[in-house]
């Protein structure tokens, strides 16, 4: 059952309600999600108790709690949500771009990729510190090294960190130098970490599982809202189908029915959604025509000499060419590319639905 309460109400209704609970042994935790306060209370009410909370004139409504996601639903909210990282507004009329290579691999590569993003007006870049990979045997990230050079070079360029957090023992290491925490595709489903990843004050770029289907996806987002953390962003990035031509398979309808079904901001990672450097830029662009708010796509000084995903990183020019082409189809649908060099558009959404960070 979920409580909504009015949203005057004082700290000594909150105590009331919160000492009943206590008193009837009823399982339950308050949180203030979107400027709603709520309890959601994890046992079966008897008779009386759901009268009790009927009767008390600060509570709005007594919901029942849904099989699958709410708090993620359009119907929970209908403004989409947007908020602002480091000054950049997120999940608004312009697109944000992220790119970066797949790993921080050294001091040299990412101050190379930084100072081409700063070049270009892109205001985030990706780097994978701590990576996830399917072999043991290859290279698994260079840790808090990594974390200190993508910051470093972020600082240096005046960018914004997106790294991946790959487990709840490096939360506190991996928020102290990123502005976005990205959750890998195989992290998905890890329950605990993702209500870990609900108490942090830090926006959460959670990305599709790749065996995952939508309401899967948008009942993990639930999992993070619903432990207190209101900034996520979903993140496209394929998924695996019978077809092995491709790494995965660019779900890009999802973009337009996670819009239908949520109030979150979606983006694209064509990079993995097709594991082929070939097919990055076109699926970029039908993801900007289907309604992304982001685009993510890993760039490379030396793509053939990468450790990770050098097959589907862009070399540095191919990304210039896919942000000029990205620009048109972005201003073809009424937005823009969050990023200094492409032509701006002036309809930008109001700033009244913008949480603050
Ligand atoms: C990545 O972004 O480098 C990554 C490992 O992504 P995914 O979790 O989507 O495979
Ligand atoms: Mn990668």
Not at 252 to 277: M, N, Q, W, Y
Request: charged letters at 20%; a negative charge.
């Amino acid at each position: 059952m979920i409580v909504k309460l009015k949203n005057e109400i004082s700290l000594q209704q909150k105590e009331v309600l919160s000492s009943f609970l206590q008193e009837q042994g009823i399982n339950f935790e308050y949180r203030e999600i979107y400027g709603q306060s709520i309890f959601l209370l994890f046992s079966t009410l008897l008779e009386s108790q759901i009268a009790y909370f009927t009767s008390l004139p600060f509570v709005e409504e007594l919901a029942e709690t849904p099989k699958e996601y709410l708090l993620a639903s359009g119907g929970w909210k209908k403004a989409p949500t947007m908020f602002n990282v480091a000054g950049q507004l997120i999940g608004g009329n312009e697109i944000n771009i992220i790119a970066g290579p797949c790993s921080v691999e050294s001091e040299e590569q990412i101050f190379k990729v930084a100072e081409y993003l700063h070049g270009m007006g892109v205001k985030f870049i990706r780097g994978g510190a701590y990576k996830p990979r399917t072999s043991p045997y290859r290279f698994q990230g260079l840790g808090k090294e990594g974390l200190q050079l993508i910051r470093k070079a972020a600082d240096a360029y005046g960018l914004r960190v997106v790294t991946e957090v790959i487990d709840s023992s490096l939360i506190a290491e991996v928020s102290e130098y990123a502005d976005i925490l990205q959750v890998g595709s195989r992290n998905m489903q890890n329950y605990y970490f993702l209500k870990q990843l609900g108490k942090i004050d830090k926006p959460v770029l959670l990305k599709r599982g790749m065996y995952s289907k939508i309401s899967e996806w948008l009942m993990a987002a639930e999992y993070i809202l619903s432990s207190g953390n209101e900034k996520v962003i979903l993140c496209e990035r394929g998924i695996r189908t019978f077809d092995t031509t491709v790494r995965n398979t660019m779900d890009v309808a999802a973009i337009p029915l996670i819009k239908e079904l949520s109030h979150l901001p979606v983006f694209a990672d064509p990079s993995h959604g097709t594991g082929r450097r070939d097919l990055v830029t076109p699926m970029a662009l039908a993801s900007v025509a289907a309604g992304a708010d982001g685009i993510m796509v890993e760039i490379h000084p030396d793509p053939d000499k990468a450790l990770s995903d050098g097959m589907q990183s862009l070399y540095l020019e191919q990304f210039k060419d896919l942000v000029n082409k990205a620009n048109a189809v972005a201003t073809a649908v009424g937005r823009s590319l969050d990023c200094d060099n492409s032509s701006k558009k002036t309809n930008a959404k109001p700033s009244e639905n913008v949480v603050s960070v």
